[in-house]
């Protein structure tokens, strides 16, 4: 099965890591196939950087379907254009998030999360209320740093997150970890080893569900809401993704 | 004061329609400034044409800013972009579907929805929820038909639109209606006499809500997460609407 | 048009304090006609207070109706009387509390309500909960000082409010602050200059909503619940408030 | 012990029919003491009457308080004054609503609320809020007849509510109803017998519940916002009913 | 009239506490039988101690439906089993939580639990949720002391539990107490005394409201899913246990 | 990896047809066992039913945990004893219900679930709220049949699911279905096929995420309220399930 994991930022770098996590845990006959958006933001830390990286997920969706693709994971703490790529295909599509927070919610009853930049605290509290997780998380905490300090090694950001991590297990009472950002992807057996409950880090969370939900046979509803979008023309510079051009028809 | 009314799709006549509305309960000093979106779709009816209107949206922001706007109106009842866009300006910025509900509240202990598409309806309902109003609006009612037909003369649309909004006066105890699409704005008066309860539309709403802000010196936040967005490039088709392009810096 | 602001204490001193406010941010054309109760307490300090506030607010209204009052305002963070004084009137009414709660939700994701005594604090917190509004508010916050301090050059009233208002920016992370009491209604500018974030108080925000409904021609439903109260007598010291006398039929 | 049970409308024959209730409930040596109340309206039968209730209820709680009452019941199934109330006084003070609802969730896992007038079902589903039973009743229903009509021999009221309760138990699937007005107290019996589901009254459970806790000698507490409301004074109409007059100070 | 008060937990000398606790409250006329349970856990102190309590529960409640009881009690502050419990049964079942946390929402619009071991507080706080609890009780608190402690005099439970409510009322600001441990019951008097506010022990409590459901004739809704279970045979070790061996059918 | 999918009630061709959807999704590598309960209900139709299942269920995941299990399922719709099981182990455990309830909210924006009996829809509806699904859910619909009638050839049973299942797409505007019965895991290929919507049963849905689980190397947090129960001796007909004989300590 082909799953196609999306960074909705373009750095590649950061893709590199996201797609090394998520091979790690791969069932054998699942390919990943890490996408870098073609379009956007070098990181992704605030709503207008989020609403836009769309561009590029319409692109990397485009371009999965021609691939018949099985699954796709967008790989950003955000789950940025959720609802707007589940239109797009009848695969199911998983962001980082919400398969962390679904997942946390099966280990323990109660999880914090552990983000990067303080503004993004906002946009993760309100995931966890459109996903019904709002009373199974105690806390989204906040290191303060920017996201690609991530994969600086000369930021102190591996000490500041197991930190952060501590005072979740100590002051939230929390019994597990949810990682707040795709480029944390690497930490999750280190801080699963210092801090002895799960931690869990939504790139390969989604990638195993991805796998669960094909493995059910399992696709996105075509009834409703998620159906494919309306035909209809659209203008200007994204004139070329409207969603024939992006279904292929 | 300048208020810049969006339309977030690509039509022409359709912002006609909402410009007119706006100017006629437009304060004397207020100048109503119509923007049909450069780019995306050409009615809003799915998940994918309204995450897509955030690059005409960011273009018209970008405008807006050049040309001292003091107030913002998005004009599309999914809000789409709204905290993307009130991270690009001091001004304060209104959705028409904030601004109907907010208002609907203030006139009656129970107000329902009265949309176009089915398949919008569940955008009006996460919207409820994320503004507080669900305990407000007592149900979302859609008359089921494609947003431009309401432009076609030989459509039913009118009927189809006071007889949904007597069933929500008599099946659902509402004592007031919210419209639930910008192309409605020209029934107002209409409605109202018919019905004899508040009959809200949220571009008429939106631009006395904007002048009451104005008026009041209260802009959107600079602290937290609405704060402008940090600097960073962009790459790809949409690498001029970098934020410190928009932001003119 | 007329607004008649209806301060539910009977302390004249406050009334002017009030007026003033509302004068500064009134259109042309608007005419503030300040009220002070003529019966009940010297200052709104509890349940009770304001529950007897009820009958000053009859009065007042009655007043209004003989006066022709586009719209009223309830001058009290608790927003005493509300429902009942909507039945009254085919006019809007606001009360300063919901007035600025929606308008600070539409320039921040969060925002504190600082107010005056720490038993008040229960009543900010259930209509927080009625309007919808508990997931915008981080934190309602005491100064836990008697309203009519508020008037005492001697005390340290001033400063105990900035200093909770900077409490609330670092500790809540809220990005605007609601000023919970009427009397507060004068210090707006100095602590927006102060706190370098919007400061909302419910008098001016009133009064310019007030303005907004008007404008767009919407008053109070006369369907359902806030419909004219059913004619019947009252008995006792209050039979001369009895609805019809109230409504002048 | 002695048991206050205020009916806060004024008409006294409804008085009686709560008192027979409520003594032939009451356990030896509890004094029921039934008070109609002195001033407002005959029936209450929307915000307003509710609201102008207040100054009756002060009125017999001040006669309460000198009367060493042990316990006290609002009898109208709006709750009215309650937290106003309940600052009065160190015992304990139920309402109606309140009392039912909390009974018929030890019973049932879903109940339904049968009332009178169509326009107090929000006042209804307000209190379920507040109290925390919204999940626990599962519909509010009224009969759309006007309070005093219960007490019309010539009114079909009793079969109306029959039939209410009826399409309760197959529409709704609830298990238990609670009667939405101290009016209905008599029909309990005959209801149970009909329906052979628990049905509740809110006087009579008032009545066993106010026995109970003042067995248990708990009271109303004296910290925080229930406290004695402050000493200050009042003016006008209402000047012999501040807080010190009530309180005998 | 007889009330079964069943101590879910193996430890006699429990049993003795709660029941001396309940007769000092219990009405002339009410005979209080304690019942220990005669399987499971000598302390319920986790989910599956509370889950295994179920057995004891069943044994419990068959030799009460022999012996013509007119109301249960179940005290273990985790309302083990309650649900399955009123299935069994005409009479009324009572929950220690559950009565605790009602009557207090009836005394104060805030209270604190203050509980024994740390990771029973999740318990609670599901129980708060589900009665509609949640906005009443400002926090759940935990000494972190195994359940039996409070029985040992060389142990410090009562000055830790004293300190506990402290720090409840002085930092949650909540005006009452509800104790989370039926092995507190005999503490109630003595934290009464010293703190000045409303102590609930929920034995106590149930004991009154159980008396006051008699009283009112009212009982378990046996329609919907409180009626009698379906009649079907049991295996294994619990075969004995089968509905209508329970049912004396 | 060894997978338990353990059925709570004691019919063990109910057993068969769970073993068999268990096995036609489990991936190579996974061993599914399949485990009748050994003490308990013929069938789990009522809260009484549900909770005495934990007896078995307890014996069940002792021996698992001798037999070095990486995954539990409760293969019941209720999800008995879930807690309780999570704290006997560090596998990860999964309930039925909850598995499907996930899987439906990754796929539609609202899902509808079909069970059997009328009595145990409050059970799904407890569960819906617990899990925060309950704004993801549209409404829970029963068959009204007995659960064992799944499994009588002569039964109607495969027809009314169905016929409930399209009221759900057309009625409540679902998209997706959650089958709320464990013994309607042979019908989910034949209804897919009718209704053309994703048909969740949580069988299937629950071994395919217990498999990614444990590809994640996640457990169950043996921090907090689900690490292991505390030693103490157990009483009565259960004394051979004390934690630690269970634990094997």
Chains 1, 2, 3, 4, 5, 6 share one sequence.
Not at 24 to 34: D, L, M, N, R, Y
Not at 41 to 58: K, P, R
Not at 177 to 197: H, T
Request: glycine content about 8%.
């Amino acid at each position: 099965m082909k799953i196609r994991v999306i960074n909705p930022n373009t750095t590649a770098t950061m893709t590199a890591t996201i797609v090394t996590a998520a091979k790690a845990v791969a069932s054998p006959g699942t390919e990943i196939i890490g996408i870098t958006s073609s379009a956007g933001a070098v990181s992704i830390e605030c709503h207008y950087d989020e609403a836009m990286s769309i561009v590029g997920l319409a692109e990397a969706i485009r371009d999965g379907e021609r691939d018949h693709t099985d699954a796709y994971i967008i790989a950003c703490f955000g789950d940025p254009g959720l609802l707007a790529a589940r239109e797009l295909t009848r695969a199911p599509v998983l962001g980082i998030a919400e398969a962390a927070m679904h997942a946390a919610s099966f280990l323990a009853t109660g999880f914090s999360v552990v983000t990067t930049l303080e503004r993004t605290r906002i946009i993760a509290e309100h995931l966890l209320r459109n996903y019904g997780m709002e009373h199974h998380c105690r806390r989204v905490r906040a290191i303060d740093l920017p996201v690609l300090e991530l994969e600086n090694p000369k930021s102190n950001a591996r000490q500041m997150i197991l930190q952060e991590c501590e005072r979740a297990l100590s002051e939230d009472k929390s019994a597990a970890i949810v990682l707040g950002c795709a480029g944390m992807a690497d930490l999750v057996d280190w801080l699963s080893e210092k801090l002895q409950v799960p931690v869990i880090d939504g790139v390969t969370a989604g990638v195993k569900f991805a796998e669960a939900l094909v493995g059910l046979k399992l696709g996105t509803s075509k009834r409703g809401d998620l159906a494919f979008p309306p035909h209809k023309p659209y203008k200007g510079m994204i004139a070329d993704l409207a969603p024939n051009s992006i279904l292929g028809k």
